[in-house]
Protein backbone atom coordinates (compact mmCIF):
# COMPACT_ATOMS: atom_id res chain seq x y z
CA UNK A 1 0.00 0.00 0.00
CA UNK A 2 1.44 2.98 -0.68
CA UNK A 3 1.20 6.14 1.86
CA UNK A 4 1.61 9.54 1.04
CA UNK A 5 1.78 12.54 3.26
CA UNK A 6 -1.39 14.52 3.58
CA UNK A 7 -0.61 17.87 3.79
CA UNK A 8 2.26 19.42 1.09
CA UNK A 9 4.87 21.19 3.17
CA UNK A 10 4.61 24.91 3.37
CA UNK A 11 7.36 26.88 1.96
CA UNK A 12 8.69 30.20 3.11
CA UNK A 13 11.72 32.69 2.50
CA UNK A 14 13.66 34.43 5.54
CA UNK A 15 14.42 38.11 5.42
CA UNK A 16 17.73 38.82 4.52
CA UNK A 17 20.71 39.39 6.60
CA UNK A 18 24.44 39.45 6.31
CA UNK A 19 25.83 36.06 5.07
CA UNK A 20 28.29 34.12 7.56
CA UNK A 21 30.34 33.16 4.80
CA UNK A 22 31.16 36.01 2.10
CA UNK A 23 32.27 39.45 3.19
CA UNK A 24 29.17 42.32 2.34
CA UNK A 25 26.72 39.55 0.93
CA UNK A 26 23.42 39.13 1.95
CA UNK A 27 21.93 35.73 2.88
CA UNK A 28 18.51 34.80 2.79
CA UNK A 29 17.06 30.91 2.67
CA UNK A 30 14.76 28.49 1.75
CA UNK A 31 13.06 26.46 4.46
CA UNK A 32 10.50 24.46 5.30
CA UNK A 33 9.32 22.65 8.73
CA UNK A 34 9.85 18.77 9.37
CA UNK A 35 7.47 17.33 11.69
CA UNK A 36 5.45 14.24 12.01
CA UNK A 37 5.48 10.68 11.11
CA UNK A 38 6.53 11.42 7.27
CA UNK A 39 9.74 13.55 8.60
CA UNK A 40 12.21 10.73 7.58
CA UNK A 41 10.97 10.54 3.81
CA UNK A 42 10.95 14.66 3.96
CA UNK A 43 14.20 14.72 5.23
CA UNK A 44 15.61 11.80 2.40
CA UNK A 45 14.09 13.22 -0.27
CA UNK A 46 15.25 16.97 0.26
CA UNK A 47 18.63 16.19 1.09
CA UNK A 48 19.19 14.96 -2.07
CA UNK A 49 17.93 18.18 -3.67
CA UNK A 50 20.36 20.39 -1.93
CA UNK A 51 18.47 21.07 1.67
CA UNK A 52 20.30 20.50 5.13
CA UNK A 53 18.59 20.31 8.53
CA UNK A 54 18.55 22.61 11.77
CA UNK A 55 16.61 20.76 14.44
CA UNK A 56 13.07 20.65 13.08
CA UNK A 57 13.76 22.77 9.80
CA UNK A 58 15.16 22.16 6.59
CA UNK A 59 16.52 25.05 4.57
CA UNK A 60 18.38 25.74 1.38
CA UNK A 61 20.35 28.85 0.48
CA UNK A 62 18.23 30.85 -2.00
CA UNK A 63 19.94 34.21 -2.16
CA UNK A 64 18.66 36.65 -4.73
CA UNK A 65 21.40 37.70 -6.58
CA UNK A 66 24.44 34.60 -5.48
CA UNK A 67 24.27 30.99 -6.04
CA UNK A 68 27.84 30.46 -4.45
CA UNK A 69 26.60 27.75 -1.86
CA UNK A 70 25.91 24.26 -3.27
CA UNK A 71 25.64 21.54 -1.16
CA UNK A 72 28.42 19.21 -1.30
CA UNK A 73 28.44 15.47 -0.35
CA UNK A 74 31.15 12.40 -0.62
CA UNK A 75 31.28 9.43 -3.01
CA UNK A 76 31.81 6.32 -0.48
CA UNK A 77 32.41 3.94 -3.40
CA UNK A 78 35.01 6.03 -5.65
CA UNK A 79 36.71 7.80 -2.54
CA UNK A 80 40.67 6.92 -2.07
CA UNK A 81 42.45 9.07 0.76
CA UNK A 82 45.20 11.26 -0.66
CA UNK A 83 48.74 10.92 0.89
CA UNK A 84 47.78 14.25 3.30
CA UNK A 85 44.39 12.99 4.84
CA UNK A 86 46.30 9.30 5.32
CA UNK A 87 48.57 11.56 7.69
CA UNK A 88 45.52 12.96 9.45
CA UNK A 89 44.06 9.78 10.22
CA UNK A 90 47.78 8.59 11.32
CA UNK A 91 47.97 11.66 13.87
CA UNK A 92 44.39 11.30 15.09
CA UNK A 93 45.38 7.57 15.89
CA UNK A 94 44.73 7.89 19.25
CA UNK A 95 41.02 8.85 19.37
CA UNK A 96 38.20 6.15 20.15
CA UNK A 97 34.97 6.89 18.51
CA UNK A 98 31.46 6.31 20.19
CA UNK A 99 28.07 6.49 18.38
CA UNK A 100 24.95 7.68 21.08
CA UNK A 101 21.74 8.70 20.94
CA UNK A 102 21.05 12.48 20.41
CA UNK A 103 21.78 13.27 23.90
CA UNK A 104 23.20 16.94 24.92
CA UNK A 105 26.14 16.56 27.89
CA UNK A 106 27.63 19.38 30.01
CA UNK A 107 31.23 18.13 28.56
CA UNK A 108 30.38 18.37 25.26
CA UNK A 109 29.06 21.99 25.88
CA UNK A 110 32.38 22.47 27.19
CA UNK A 111 34.17 21.73 24.12
CA UNK A 112 31.55 23.41 21.63
CA UNK A 113 31.92 26.74 23.42
CA UNK A 114 36.08 26.04 23.53
CA UNK A 115 35.31 25.65 19.80
CA UNK A 116 33.33 28.78 19.32
CA UNK A 117 35.83 30.90 21.24
CA UNK A 118 38.33 29.66 19.27
CA UNK A 119 36.97 29.47 15.94
CA UNK A 120 33.91 31.54 15.24
CA UNK A 121 33.72 33.77 18.34
CA UNK A 122 31.88 36.46 15.87
CA UNK A 123 29.56 33.43 14.17
CA UNK A 124 26.05 33.23 14.91
CA UNK A 125 26.53 30.77 17.48
CA UNK A 126 28.85 32.78 19.62
CA UNK A 127 26.08 33.58 22.22
CA UNK A 128 24.06 30.29 22.34
CA UNK A 129 23.62 28.84 26.05
CA UNK A 130 23.70 25.57 27.34
CA UNK A 131 19.72 25.10 26.77
CA UNK A 132 20.51 26.53 22.90
CA UNK A 133 23.14 23.71 22.90
CA UNK A 134 20.70 20.88 24.08
CA UNK A 135 17.83 21.45 21.67
CA UNK A 136 20.31 21.62 18.91
CA UNK A 137 21.56 18.52 19.40
CA UNK A 138 18.04 17.09 20.93
CA UNK A 139 15.45 18.44 18.67
CA UNK A 140 15.33 15.85 15.76
CA UNK A 141 12.43 14.33 14.33
CA UNK A 142 14.18 11.92 12.33
CA UNK A 143 16.82 9.16 12.73
CA UNK A 144 20.40 11.02 14.43
CA UNK A 145 23.32 9.96 16.46
CA UNK A 146 25.81 12.04 18.30
CA UNK A 147 29.48 10.74 17.40
CA UNK A 148 32.36 11.75 19.78
CA UNK A 149 35.73 10.76 19.52
CA UNK A 150 37.97 10.63 22.41
CA UNK A 151 41.60 10.48 23.83
CA UNK A 152 42.78 8.22 26.48
CA UNK A 153 46.36 10.00 26.59
CA UNK A 154 48.31 9.94 29.54
CA UNK A 155 45.63 7.10 30.80
CA UNK A 156 42.84 9.82 31.12
CA UNK A 157 40.00 9.96 29.00
CA UNK A 158 38.94 13.56 27.01
CA UNK A 159 36.40 14.25 24.87
CA UNK A 160 38.22 15.97 21.60
CA UNK A 161 35.91 16.05 19.09
CA UNK A 162 31.83 15.67 18.71
CA UNK A 163 29.32 15.46 15.49
CA UNK A 164 25.96 15.49 15.15
CA UNK A 165 24.85 12.87 12.41
CA UNK A 166 21.36 12.00 10.40
CA UNK A 167 21.16 8.46 9.43
CA UNK A 168 19.18 9.02 5.51
CA UNK A 169 18.43 6.19 3.42
CA UNK A 170 21.63 7.02 1.26
CA UNK A 171 23.90 8.07 3.16
CA UNK A 172 24.73 10.07 6.38
CA UNK A 173 24.34 13.70 6.86
CA UNK A 174 27.62 15.78 9.15
CA UNK A 175 24.85 18.15 10.31
CA UNK A 176 27.46 19.82 12.62
CA UNK A 177 30.47 18.86 14.01
CA UNK A 178 33.09 20.41 16.53
CA UNK A 179 36.11 19.88 18.34
CA UNK A 180 38.90 20.60 20.66
CA UNK A 181 41.32 23.96 18.73
CA UNK A 182 44.33 22.58 20.27
CA UNK A 183 44.23 19.54 18.06
CA UNK A 184 44.07 21.74 14.93
CA UNK A 185 47.57 21.18 13.86
CA UNK A 186 46.18 17.25 13.89
CA UNK A 187 43.32 18.21 11.20
CA UNK A 188 41.07 16.79 13.67
CA UNK A 189 38.33 17.81 11.61
CA UNK A 190 39.29 16.45 8.52
CA UNK A 191 39.61 13.43 10.75
CA UNK A 192 36.07 13.24 11.46
CA UNK A 193 34.74 13.52 8.13
CA UNK A 194 36.97 10.75 6.94
CA UNK A 195 35.77 8.67 9.95
CA UNK A 196 32.04 9.42 8.81
CA UNK A 197 33.41 7.95 5.13
CA UNK A 198 34.50 4.79 7.03
CA UNK A 199 31.17 4.32 9.17
CA UNK A 200 29.15 5.04 5.66
CA UNK A 201 31.11 2.40 3.70
CA UNK A 202 30.40 -0.22 6.30
CA UNK A 203 27.02 0.18 6.46
CA UNK A 204 26.62 0.17 3.09
CA UNK A 205 25.68 3.82 2.61
CA UNK A 206 26.78 5.60 -0.84
CA UNK A 207 27.18 9.10 0.66
CA UNK A 208 28.51 11.25 3.31
CA UNK A 209 26.66 15.02 3.12
CA UNK A 210 29.32 17.55 4.43
CA UNK A 211 26.54 20.48 4.28
CA UNK A 212 27.70 23.82 1.64
CA UNK A 213 30.71 24.31 0.04
CA UNK A 214 31.74 27.88 -0.99
CA UNK A 215 34.08 28.96 -3.50
CA UNK A 216 36.02 31.66 -2.68
CA UNK A 217 34.96 31.20 1.11
CA UNK A 218 37.87 30.81 3.40
CA UNK A 219 35.67 28.77 5.61
CA UNK A 220 33.84 26.28 3.34
CA UNK A 221 36.77 25.70 0.70
CA UNK A 222 38.52 23.05 2.37
CA UNK A 223 35.72 20.76 1.34
CA UNK A 224 37.00 21.07 -1.98
CA UNK A 225 40.12 19.14 -0.79
CA UNK A 226 38.15 15.32 -0.06
CA UNK A 227 37.82 13.01 -3.63
CA UNK A 228 35.35 12.15 -5.18
CA UNK A 229 33.24 14.97 -4.28
CA UNK A 230 29.83 16.11 -5.60
CA UNK A 231 28.07 19.46 -5.42
CA UNK A 232 24.32 19.69 -6.17
CA UNK A 233 24.54 22.44 -9.42
CA UNK A 234 22.11 23.64 -11.69
CA UNK A 235 19.41 21.60 -9.89
CA UNK A 236 21.35 17.94 -10.14
CA UNK A 237 24.86 16.10 -8.35
CA UNK A 238 27.28 16.17 -10.48
CA UNK A 239 31.19 15.61 -10.04
CA UNK A 240 33.35 19.25 -8.28
CA UNK A 241 36.12 18.89 -11.11
CA UNK A 242 38.22 22.09 -11.00
CA UNK A 243 36.93 24.32 -8.11
CA UNK A 244 38.69 27.02 -10.27
CA UNK A 245 35.07 26.70 -12.62
CA UNK A 246 33.13 27.80 -9.82
CA UNK A 247 32.25 31.46 -9.21
CA UNK A 248 31.19 33.33 -5.86
CA UNK A 249 30.50 36.36 -8.09
CA UNK A 250 27.23 37.98 -8.23
CA UNK A 251 24.44 38.72 -10.90
CA UNK A 252 20.53 39.81 -10.81
CA UNK A 253 20.03 36.41 -12.77
CA UNK A 254 22.19 33.98 -11.05
CA UNK A 255 18.93 32.61 -9.14
CA UNK A 256 15.45 32.08 -10.16
CA UNK A 257 12.86 33.12 -8.61
CA UNK A 258 11.55 31.62 -5.54
CA UNK A 259 8.06 29.86 -6.88
CA UNK A 260 9.77 28.59 -9.75
CA UNK A 261 12.22 27.01 -7.62
CA UNK A 262 9.48 26.02 -5.04
CA UNK A 263 7.94 24.15 -8.47
CA UNK A 264 10.90 22.44 -9.22
CA UNK A 265 11.21 20.60 -5.79
CA UNK A 266 10.00 17.23 -5.71
CA UNK A 267 8.20 15.61 -2.77
CA UNK A 268 7.85 11.89 -1.80
CA UNK A 269 4.33 12.06 -2.30
CA UNK A 270 4.72 14.29 -5.80
CA UNK A 271 1.94 15.81 -4.44
CA UNK A 272 2.62 20.27 -5.78
CA UNK A 273 3.95 22.25 -3.04
CA UNK A 274 2.95 25.69 -2.43
CA UNK A 275 4.76 29.02 -0.99
Same mark, same amino acid.
Given at each position: $????????????????????? @??????????? +????????????? @?????????????????????? %???????? !?????? +??????? !????????????????????? /???????? +????????????? &??? /?????? *???????????? /?????? /???????????????? $?????????? %???????????????? %????? @???????????? +??? $????????? @???? &?????????????????????? *?????????????????????
Amino acid at each position: $MRHTLPIAPQFYVTAPQPCPY @LEGRMERKLFT +SLQGEYAERLNDS @LSKQGFRRSQNVLYRPSCAECS %ACLSARIR !VADFKP +SKSLKRA !VRRNGDLSREATSPWATEEQY /ALFRTYLD +SRHADGGMADMDI &FEF /AAMIEE *TPIRSRVIEYSS /ARNGER /ALKAVCLTDVLDDGLS $MVYSFYDPDR %AQDSLGTYVILDHVDI %ARDAG @LPYVYLGYWVPG +SPK $MGYKARFPA @LEVY &FGGKWQDLGDPERYSAETHPLS *TDPIAEQVARISLPDTRPTSI
